[in-house]
């Protein structure tokens, strides 16, 4: 009887959990990526930066569009097959990239790369949270999407409004949200 047995097993399930992070991660990079292209292509030409600045119904229905691809994609992406949510994940990517040309004409150069290096720490931070400690972090996504619903009123709200008293009440809501979650 052999008391060391040479099985597999135990190194395969994690084998399968790098291939699918690795998966996760490609597919993040390639949407990040063509948001990234759609909003330096948008942000260079004169026509589409007129159209979003010029045109609100247009920059709403924009937002709109992002909002129900989330709720498309988060509801139905069990059913739905790998091809059409590749699609609906690109078209998402290139809408983000279209509603966020604008920060290359409002915003220094300095300060998006800045931006975008702490929104890759987080994402990194809290992947390798969740793969160190094992934790499901799926609890934080109720929360999360309820924050962005609120997030994108306050944008349409401010939008159609043009009151800069939203971006005051839009950070006492978030740090009123963040010191009950700490329980401060």
Known sequence: MDRFPRSDSIVQPRAGLQTYMAQVYGWMTVGLLLTAFVAWY???????????????????????????????????????????????????????????????????????ASTFV?????????????????RDLSGFGNMLFMALIRHCAGIAGQLLVEKRSIDVGSYLHRRDCLCRIDGV
Do not use: D, P, W
């Open 118 to 134: 702490v929104t890759a720490g987080m994402f990194g931070a809290m992947s390798l949270y969740g793969y160190t400690t094992k």
């Open 42 to 112: 948008a942000a260079n030409s004169a026509a589409v930066m007129e159209l979003l600045f010029t045109n609100r119904v247009f920059l709403i229905g924009l937002i709109i569009a992002q909002l129900a691809l989330v709720i498309v994609l988060s509801a139905m992406i069990q059913k739905l097959s790998a091809g059409v949510t590749t699609m609906l994940f690109m078209l998402y990517s290139a809408l983000t990239g279209l509603t966020l040309s604008s920060i290359f004409i409002v915003y220094t150069a300095a300060s998006i």
